[in-house]
């Protein structure tokens, strides 16, 4: 952030009465604190900021808020800022409050303090000037330094919410010894296709798995390079020793394969996911029967 | 395996006798020419032993190569015409997903682990040949 003082020698020789602008500027802020921070407050809700907290709420962030910005006017040190802005994002983020919205609150603080400027200081403009070359590079870095730290807050939810959803979108599930399935829901990609196989392998060596039934019933569609990852993931589950059933082809996707030609003959595949669990009892040598059955 | 010489260190490659089955454990990555080493003293057991099964154990390898893979290959063909059933174990899933990626085809049976190997050997062979 560079300094935004007009003049290099006017500034330089302004120096020495502009260390003390800061505290005086400090000290503006800080008695006029309760008036400036219900402005501010106001403006928020006026321009329907924030519209989901409550006034309240808003109140006493508002007032977190401003006390931290006028310690980092005090301090020049954005540190303690920065685990704040992090703190609050982590507790807005789940709210939904929206980038353009916290940004914009921090923007009007900034510009409720410059009005207060404006009004104290309007009888000597030139005084005026050199509080605003002090105030607004710092104003400016604070509003940067808040909304960098929201964006990152933001993006790491995001990417820990990527994770997770990768982790539990293809569950590896023992329903019998030596039995397994995967259900997989939603649309497989390279990527997804790559992990599944990375479960399927894993999943066989540790539940020592002897068949495995992937129920594609809620995939909607599949291309032709996922399909022979498909492939490929069962042909390497022969190798591991494992059989493979797949379950719940769609018609679309019937029609697809077909169609591009994805050399099936050695997949094994039965209709439905009931189907493909008594394929795999049979290979297994179970043999379910009902209860009553037995003891008739 | 990059190294296509013929080596004189001792073989990495075990193998013992357990009943009627041979069991052939690979400890380490093998170069061509311990490969052939391994298929000729294989090869010479069945005969040997009277073995009716081999159990190939690959837990130890990370890559099979075209070479690799035929030489397993031509093992199991050559067995079954002594007389014995082959069945590779212990492919790792690395290996297994390399391996399909490079179109390697193995086109023989293939079991989790040893003890599935020889489960496996027994369901082919019958078990009336045991003591």
């Not at chain 2, 009277?50 to 035929?70: H, N, T, Y």
Request: hydrophobic share 45%; net charge negative.
């Amino acid at each position: 952030m560079t300094s935004t003082t007009p003049d290099g020698l006017a500034g330089a020789e302004a120096t020495a009465g502009d260390d003390l602008l800061l505290p005086e500027l400090v000290a503006h802020l800080r008695e006029h604190r309760t008036q400036l921070r219900r402005e501010w407050a106001n403006r928020i809700t006026d321009e329907s900021l924030l519209s989901a907290m409550t006034p309240q709420e808003i109140f006493s962030e508002a007032t977190s808020v401003y006390d931290n910005y006028v310690g980092v006017l005090e301090t020049g040190s954005v540190e303690a800022l920065q685990d704040y802005a992090r703190d609050l994002s982590e507790r807005i983020i789940p709210r939904g409050v929206e980038t353009n919205e916290v940004v914009g609150i921090v923007l009007l603080l900034r510009d409720v303090l410059a009005r207060s400027l404006f009004e104290k200081y309007h009888n000597d403009f030139g005084l005026l000037n050199r509080v605003l070359d002090a105030y607004e590079p710092a104003a400016n870095r604070i509003a940067n330094t808040v909304a960098v730290s929201f964006v990152q807050e933001r993006e790491r939810v995001i990417r820990q919410q990527a994770d997770a959803i990768r982790e539990l979108s293809t569950p590896v599930l023992q329903v019998r010894e030596r039995l397994l399935i995967l259900p997989i829901i939603g649309v497989l990609d390279d990527q997804r296709a790559d992990q599944l196989t990375e479960q399927l392998l894993g999943g066989i060596r540790r539940h020592r798995a002897k068949v495995v039934v992937i129920d594609i019933t809620g995939v909607p569609e599949i291309t032709a390079e996922v399909a022979n990852h498909l492939v490929q993931a069962v042909d390497a589950s022969r190798l591991m020793g494992a059989g493979v059933i797949i379950t719940g082809l769609s018609p679309e996707i019937a029609q697809t394969l077909v169609t591009i030609g994805v050399d099936l003959t050695k997949m094994n595949t039965v209709g439905d996911l009931q189907g493909g669990i008594e394929e795999a009892e049979r290979l297994l040598g179970f043999r379910v029967t009902r209860a009553s059955d037995e003891d008739g | 395996m990059t190294d296509r010489e013929v080596s004189a260190e001792p073989l990495r490659v075990s193998i013992l006798s357990q009943g009627s089955y041979l069991i052939a454990s690979i400890h380490t990555a093998l170069d061509d020419g311990q490969l052939v080493r391994f298929q000729r003293d294989l090869i010479d057991r069945i005969g040997s032993q009277r073995a009716r099964g081999v159990v190939i154990d690959v837990a130890a390898l990370d890559v099979l190569d075209s070479f690799g893979s035929r030489t397993l290959r031509d093992i199991a063909r050559m067995s079954r015409l002594r007389g014995a059933e082959t069945v590779i174990v212990g492919i790792a899933p690395e290996l297994a997903v390399s391996m399909v990626r490079l179109g390697l085809q193995l086109e023989m049976p293939t079991a989790l682990d040893l003890e599935e190997g020889l489960a496996y050997l027994r369901s082919v062979t019958g078990t009336a040949i045991l003591p």
